[in-house]
């Protein structure tokens, strides 16, 4: 089935690039095709992450009024689920689903010529950073070194986006993650090739631009219309908890 997957991914490839003439443009386009496919997908991913955030302080207070008691707990959480139609796994789909043609473009790249390159920009779409840091042709190796720079920083700016609708510690958690997963991020493209890198910066480029222009009005509408579902249908919880018993004693 991988395989399968890969000659479907290698063969578009190729198709895009002997229409345009160009690996590194090719790569772009497969990634702004991925991109606009997985729209819808985005819009409902930010609709549900808007439901998420008003639901927060229900959803606490349950954690809070039934510590004791985990079976009734995950029960009252997903009767707030049902009734805000909310699927906590609704956020992850899209990156799911780009998985595969992330990871994908590290078998591809082996089936495509060694000269396969971004016009002049990026010699070999094949090669590393730390490949081309290594022959010592700083000017060949500079564009390559900007490109993993921007793989680190666009790991973070969407990250940072997120915090506008976030209280005072969760920004601050959300910042430490983001430049933890930024700094994961150099090391690892560092040493993957310049097409992966390629397709993820196009993508996170989509994704900042997409998120400011589009996401934004998206969260705010859902997040009106989550808010005025909940007034009109407040979730009754039974705050009464669990009897604690007290511990048997050993006898002497």
């Known amino acids: 089935m991988w395989d399968w997957f890969i000659n479907f991914l290698t063969a578009v490839l190729a ?11 090719a790569v772009i386009i497969l990634t702004v095709i991925v991109r606009l496919i997985l729209t819808p997908l985005m819009a409902h991913s930010t609709r549900s992450t ?6 927060q302080p229900k959803l606490k207070e349950i954690q809070e009024r039934y510590a004791d008691d985990p079976t009734r707990q995950a029960e009252e959480l997903r009767k707030v689920y049902a009734e805000m139609k909310f699927n906590p796994l ?27 390159c971004f016009y002049s920009i990026l010699p ?29 920083v666009l790991t973070f700016i969407p990250m940072i986006l997120n915090t506008s609708l ?10 430490t ?7 994961m991020m150099l090391m690892f493209g560092w040493g993957v090739p310049a097409a992966v890198v390629l397709y993820y910066v196009t993508s996170s480029l989509w994704q900042v631009v997409q998120q400011k222009v589009i996401t934004q009005r998206v969260m705010e509408k859902a997040k009106a219309e989550a808010e005025a579902e909940a007034a009109n249908k407040p979730v009754e ?9 007290p511990r048997p004693h050993k006898k002497n």
């Open 15 to 25: 198709g895009i690039e002997g229409f345009v003439g160009d690996w590194g443009l």
């Open 177 to 183: 993650m983001g430049a933890v997963m930024a700094v």
């Open 166 to 175: 976030q209280d005072s510690s969760q920004r601050s958690q959300t910042m």
């Open 50 to 55: 808007a439901r998420m955030q008003v639901m």
């Open 90 to 116: 609704g956020g992850c789909l899209p990156i799911f689903l780009q998985m595969p043609i992330f990871f994908g473009l590290f078998s591809v790249v082996r089936a495509v010529p060694e000269d396969a």
């Open 124 to 152: 070999s779409i094949s090669k590393s950073c730390s490949d081309m840091v290594a022959t010592g042709d700083w000017a060949a190796a500079a564009p390559y070194v900007i490109f993993v720079l921007l793989f680190g």
């Open 237 to 245: 919880v039974d705050v009464v908890r669990r009897e604690k018993k």
